[in-house]
């Protein structure tokens, strides 16, 4: 077995282990932690197909920006654990049997003779001068552009749509309005009285 099959193995064990662990750990931030440990497995999975914009991106930006954002929310609100521990009971079956059909598919999948590694080899070695991301830019926009852009517009039409949904005016709420605060004069808040000086005496 040579080296690069072992690393593979090694950091499919790690990947699969910080996955399971994600969806059984009690402590959310353990979860959001065991999931960054998840990615970083699924990165170095990606460095040995020689995908290495991919496995940046996924680092820079699920790691870098996405996870560090759920791990504020998380450490930030009081979650009750109790709470969560009983939904994850009622909804074990579902789970499962979700999960039962999603490893079903797998299974059917990787049966297929397609996927085996005369059809499906190992990618070849590559030159100091080859581009990863400019390969995968070049079939993006070429050959996949049409997608790309409905991709594109259905993003849009949905941080729209969340916007939309979560942008209410509360009835009860008190606000200020700077265009009207301009406008007030000062004999509208002050008045001035005058008074005759007084003595104890």
């Known amino acids: ?11 499919a064990t790690i990947l699969v282990f910080a ?3 994600v969806i059984t750990v009690r402590n959310p931030v353990h979860a959001a932690l065991h999931l960054v440990l998840a990615f970083f497995t699924a990165a170095g999975l990606w460095m040995l197909l020689e995908a290495e914009f ?27 654990v109790a709470v969560v521990r009983e939904g994850f009971i009622r909804n074990l079956p579902v789970g499962l049997t979700v999960a039962g059909l999603m490893i079903l598919e797998l299974w059917l999948v990787m049966k ?7 059809h499906m ?4 070695p590559r030159g100091a001068d080859y581009s990863n991301t400019r390969e995968l830019g070049s079939v993006l926009y070429t050959d996949y552009v049409y997608p790309f852009e409905i991709a594109a517009v259905i993003l849009v039409v ?4 969340a916007i939309a949904l979560t942008h209410r005016k509360a009835h009860n709420s008190k606000k200020q ?6 406008k007030i004069r000062r004999g509208d808040r ?12």
């Not at 009285?193 to 003595?199: L, Q």
């Open 112 to 118: 297929n003779k397609a996927f085996d590694a005369a």
């Open 1 to 11: 077995m040579d080296f690069e099959r072992i690393v593979f193995y090694v950091f």
């Open 19 to 21: 996955a399971t662990r």
């Open 158 to 161: 949905a941080i729209i749509a």
């Open 54 to 80: 991919l496995a940046i991106t996924l680092v820079l930006v699920y790691v870098g920006a996405v996870m560090v954002l759920f791990l504020f929310v998380v450490m930030m609100l009081d979650i009750n």
């Open 121 to 124: 080899p190992a990618p070849m």
């Open 190 to 201: 002050v008045r001035i009285i005058k008074m005759e000086a007084e003595s104890r005496d």
């Open 177 to 182: 309005d700077p265009s009207e605060q301009v």
